[in-house]
């Protein structure tokens, strides 16, 4: 496994592998690595001729500066998972090298930015979009990785992507989970004992969801305000919001009549964790994809991205 | 000469010539050619295997509606001259393409936006960033052509390209003039006779500050004072601004001991001018760059792109 840690040195790399028309597939990261991000290491091995992983914790994403200071850390042991996974190049840079003293250059997705954590979290998603571009511009992907457990990331990312007329197959991969159902997350290590056992409440309040919606339920409302009450019943949670949204704009749906996702945040003591499903509707059903990636993304990008580079 | 209008035939076009190691030159253009343009796409056809050429007037960089409205158009004779040029590819694409309903992202450049045209022209910048970003990920060129006429435009486009890790090269060109000096302009063409003669003054003013400068002044309040003057002698000229600020980031400077950009925006009539001219101190001069193309991006950035693609 390759480590480069300067970005010329890495787009220089990604154009001469370019160049001899071997493909690139990129797993975007923040480090802390768990059986998520291996899951899409392996994917993006599988597929592509080269595996890039990128291990920047972005400070940009962060509007608090001491979310930023808790965020969990540790090269040693990333560095030895991504070797046992056959990583071909980790590529970590600093943050001076991707943000140097006179750089001034954001990337702004509006409206899908705006609600959900978008509320909560000012700045967050510029950041998001602002780091994804420099770091698809910096390793000339042919696909990039993202997991479906930061649902609205996915979707600014899609939707820059689209607007700004982005090469790369965007491949969203579904959430991994604990074996009580609570969703990988770098963060989740940061959780007492007892507050990883309470934590087990947000899968099953999104499973409660699903059930009530597979019995009929179609009205956002009565959705949310059973999630809502699931999360009330655990002490150790506060919940930030609760949720049902057109799964594609995010904005607020009177029923469910397309895909609707189900999002929650709540807190454990000091930890912030999200957690979400997507609802679709029986008649909304697109054509079964068979074994194609599973991909939010919009079909007029989709289309451009098929043919090989 | 081939014309194309959908934004992604435009980049399938320039996925397959890229696949076959063919270099595109890009000339991004808003139309109504002149020979300021003539001249880019000459070059860019010299230096390249194929001159894409695209022609969009960018709504978003427009703060004031009449002016997109009045903005000149002349789609025949930009045909017949894009094709006495030997332009290979006319990318003219449509405003509803470009912009599609749900597009929502915005490119922004925050610290070299602000000053000079920034100030009178909102959201001018926000535009012009976010439309080049598309470009040149729709048309994938090796190298890009802009005219130095549009000085804070070049640097605005030059610091979003070394933030975000754009690969091509980007050429900046020496403003070409009319006989009496003025800069050639799309714009040009809506001055009365009266107003074009008067529209000398801007060049005239620009030269009395270079040969002020090649006495010896170096205090920028001397020279944008003089240039003033000299606008204000002209009656049918109505200043908005004459600053002499840093080359490199537009900021205020107490004494020109570095490139020095003085840069007038004046209207004739209706119609908005600018025009601006470096001066460089002699001890500040880089190595002579024989016939490399004229530069202003930052090193850092060309040394990425020397390469070929």
């Known amino acids: 496994m390759k480590i480069i840690r300067e970005p010329h040195e890495m787009q220089q790399t990604a154009l001469t592998l ?17 059986d998520g991000h291996v899951s899409l290491m392996r994917r993006a091995k599988h597929e592509n001729d080269v595996c890039v992983v990128s291990l920047f914790v972005n400070p940009l994403q962060f509007n608090d500066p001491a979310d930023l200071e ?24 600093s943050v001076a090298a991707m943000y140097p003293p006179d750089a001034q250059t954001f990337v702004e997705v509006t409206r899908v930015s705006q609600p959900l954590c978008g509320g909560n979290r ?35 990312v899609a939707q820059m992507a689209r607007d700004l007329y982005f090469p790369p ?10 074996a009580d159902g609570l969703a990988m997350s770098s963060r989740n ?21 699903q059930a009530q919606f597979a019995a009929g339920e179609t009205n956002p409302a009565a959705i949310q ?3 809502r009450d699931c999360l009330l019943s655990e002490p150790l949670a ?9 799964a594609q704009t995010l904005e607020p749906i009177a029923d469910i009549v397309q895909p609707a996702l189900v999002a929650i945040a709540a807190r454990l ?9 997507v609802l679709t509707p029986p008649q909304s059903e697109p054509e079964p994809p068979a074994s194609e990636p599973l991909d939010i993304s919009d079909v007029p990008h989709r289309t451009t991205g098929h043919h090989e580079r």
Do not use: W
Request: charged share 25%.
């Open 18 to 34: 370019r160049d001899k028309a071997i493909r690139i597939g990129l797993v975007p990261t923040m480090g802390a690595f768990h």
């Open 70 to 93: 808790r965020y969990p850390r540790n090269e040693a042991a990333d560095l030895e998972i991504a070797r046992s996974v056959g990583v071909d190049i980790l590529f970590m840079p």
């Open 122 to 156: 000012p700045g967050h998603f510029r950041g998001v979009a602002t780091v994804v571009a420099k770091l698809l511009m910096i390793t000339l992907p042919r696909r990039v990785y993202f997991g479906l457990k930061d649902y609205q990331q996915c979707r600014v």
């Open 169 to 178: 197959d965007l491949v969203f991969c579904p959430t991994v989970r604990e």
């Open 189 to 209: 290590v940061r959780l007492s004992p007892e507050e990883r056992r309470a934590a087990s409440i947000l899968p099953r309040a999104l499973e409660l969801a």
């Open 225 to 227: 305000a059973r999630v």
């Open 238 to 246: 506060s919940i930030e919001y609760v949720e049902v949204v057109d």
């Open 269 to 277: 003591g000091d930890t912030r964790l999200i957690d979400s499903v």
